[in-house]
């Protein structure tokens, strides 16, 4: 099986612009979860998505923003960036049917820069 | 709010060596646990994942501990290799349906040949 993959993999973007991220998760999950990775404050949860619902949400600004499609790929968007914004950001996929196996699996990251 | 913290945050160990690494958490009303590894730039891979109810699991030359009441988790690595250098991170579950995990900072560990 193909693992969970996002793109792009770098981002350059400047104070102010707007970015979306994508998530393709492993085939059969329905789950999606969003962090944000970085030296500070290591990793934090942004939201979980399933079946197209937001079902968890972190403690981020509403600048930052989520969906899912109904083939579970799931995007993530950041509007009016700032530099703190600068992170890598990971998405997880799992199963989602709450059983508590249910292990989470990450892709490998997309690295954003915020100039 | 739970909250999740991994010592030291890095070590070094001579190639061979048996090792462990912490992790506590504050709230004991955890679902389940995991230990990742993260090596450097690249994403989490899963390791292990221990049930509330268990306390223990094995895989390979890692095994993990739980001790829910003391608020504990521990990885254990036997017979450490080179390629066991990683940051290390364990993370919590608050709950059935919640795939919020809590990380703690993790532990950089450097297997030196």
């Known amino acids: 099986k193909a693992g969970v993959t996002q793109t792009p993999r770098y981002l350059i973007k400047t104070r102010g612009q707007q970015v979306t991220l994508s998530c393709s998760p492993i085939s059969g999950h329905r789950s999606v979860s969003w962090y944000q990775q970085t030296p500070g404050q290591g990793l934090q949860f942004l939201f979980e998505y399933f079946s197209e619902t937001q079902r968890n949400k972190g403690n981020f600004p509403g600048r930052f923003s989520g969906r899912q499609f109904s083939n579970s790929r799931s995007e993530m968007n950041v509007s009016t960036l700032e530099l703190g914004d600068s992170a890598l950001y990971l998405c997880?996929?799992?199963?989602?049917?709450?059983?508590?196996?249910?292990?989470?699996?990450f892709g490998p990251g997309t690295r954003l820069t915020v100039l | 709010k739970q909250e999740v913290t991994q010592i030291p945050a890095a070590l070094s160990v001579p190639e061979g060596e048996n090792l462990v690494l912490n992790c506590s958490f504050t709230?004991?009303?955890?679902?389940?646990l995991q230990w990742f590894r993260q090596d450097p730039g690249k994403g989490l891979t899963s390791l292990l994942l221990?049930?509330?109810?268990?306390r223990e699991q094995t895989s390979g030359r890692l095994n993990a501990s739980l001790d829910k009441s003391s608020g504990r988790s521990t990885l254990y690595i036997a017979a450490s290799q080179p390629g066991d250098s990683a940051t290390y991170l364990c993370a919590s579950s608050s709950g059935a349906g919640s795939y919020q995990l809590t990380f703690g900072k993790g532990t950089k560990l450097s297997v030196i040949p």
């Open positions: 221990i049930q509330s109810s268990q």
């Open positions: 997880a996929s799992s199963l989602g049917q709450g059983r508590i196996t249910d292990t989470q699996y």
């Open positions: 709230d004991s009303a955890i679902y389940n």
